[in-house]
């Protein structure tokens, strides 16, 4: 399984990159970037001009800075790390071409939820922000047990319908509209191993 999951790591990343820089986005946030994989993609195509990644984790904000060092140096680094929740606002996160939350939203506990909606949606309100989380109806292709995670911090993992539901809500009361799609291999029954919401601004 471990080969598995890092094989869709690396698929995941790679998609998402190839997301981000198809939007036209010069400027980027990463939200729940951990330790920088993201941002190491990103920082190497010089179509990103100014890229934050946010992380509440010191551990993996630890590991970011070590991996992307020579990319923090200077007076006007095109690359920024700030440590905090995407549950919080803060003004500075507001108003970039795009955003993404890769595997993140899952680690947020449900009645945590809301409070991302209002920072993330009703105050960052990037113009565009894609999001990916497990779609659990693909576990049981993982061999994992009913009711199991794929990670132990995981606080949920949504079904299509039940993340599809929450999204359009989500886009309904923020002014955005919102298109699915999915990363890995199709299963017929079980749709992809990831799943993905593409959030655009209206206005």
Wanted: hydrophobic fraction near 35%.
């Amino acid at each position: 399984m471990m080969t598995q999951m890092t094989s869709l790591h690396e698929e995941r990343l790679d998609h998402v990159f190839s997301v981000l820089k198809s939007t036209g986005a010069k400027r980027v946030l990463d939200l729940g970037c951990g330790s920088g994989s993201l941002l190491y993609r990103l920082v190497r195509d010089p179509q990103f001009y100014e890229i934050v990644g946010l992380e509440e984790s010191g551990v993996s904000l630890s590991q970011a800075r070590t991996m992307m060092s020579e990319h923090l140096v200077g007076e006007q680094p095109r690359l920024r790390l700030v440590r905090g929740s995407y549950a919080e606002k803060n003004d500075r996160l507001a108003g970039f071409d795009a955003a993404a939350m890769v595997e993140t939203i899952e680690h947020v506990y449900p009645n945590a939820l809301s409070s991302v909606e209002l920072a993330v949606f009703g105050q960052y309100r990037p113009k565009v922000l894609y999001m990916t989380t497990p779609n659990r109806e693909y576990n049981p292709l993982f061999d994992l047990a009913p009711g199991e995670f794929r990670e132990q911090d995981h606080k949920f993992e949504w079904d299509r319908e039940k993340f599809r539901r929450w999204a359009r809500g989500v886009a309904q009361r923020n002014d955005y509209e919102v298109a699915f799609g999915g990363i890995g291999a199709f299963h017929p029954d079980h749709g992809e191993p990831t799943q993905t919401a593409l959030f655009t601004r209206k206005d």
